[in-house]
């Protein structure tokens, strides 16, 4: 092959390479299938967290998402861990309830499932 020569690779390959996901193989209707009951979950998710004090939703938010440590969280706010611990508890009391019970963190993803 000489230099500046392409390959003959297609438009449905380079993203194929890129996303992982054969558009081809994945029919439209599968993808819409999986992102409905992704975004109902993110929904109530939301209200779930907007039902919490800005204090407890921040430590949460802290330690689940920014995936800081008790300790890391302590510091960050300048309270102490045994406060880090209770609001806690009691976010995740409320979004637990807020969600019906389900607990947002064990809940499993249904792939092939019919």
């Known amino acids: 092959m000489k230099e500046g020569d392409r390959t003959e690779e297609t438009e449905p390959d380079l993203a194929l390479a890129r996303t992982g996901v054969d558009e081809v193989a994945e029919s439209y209707a599968d993808r819409v299938e999986a992102r409905v009951p992704a975004s109902a979950a993110h929904r109530e998710l939301a209200g779930a967290l907007a039902v919490l004090s800005p204090k407890d939703r921040e430590v949460l938010l802290m330690i689940a998402w920014a995936d800081l440590s ?18 806690l508890h009691r976010a995740r009391r409320k979004t637990r309830e807020a969600l019906g019970g389900v607990d947002p963190s064990a809940v499993e993803e249904e792939s092939g499932r019919g």
């Open 70 to 87: 008790y300790e890391e969280v302590a510091r960050a706010l300048d309270i102490p861990i045994g406060t880090v611990r209770s609001r």
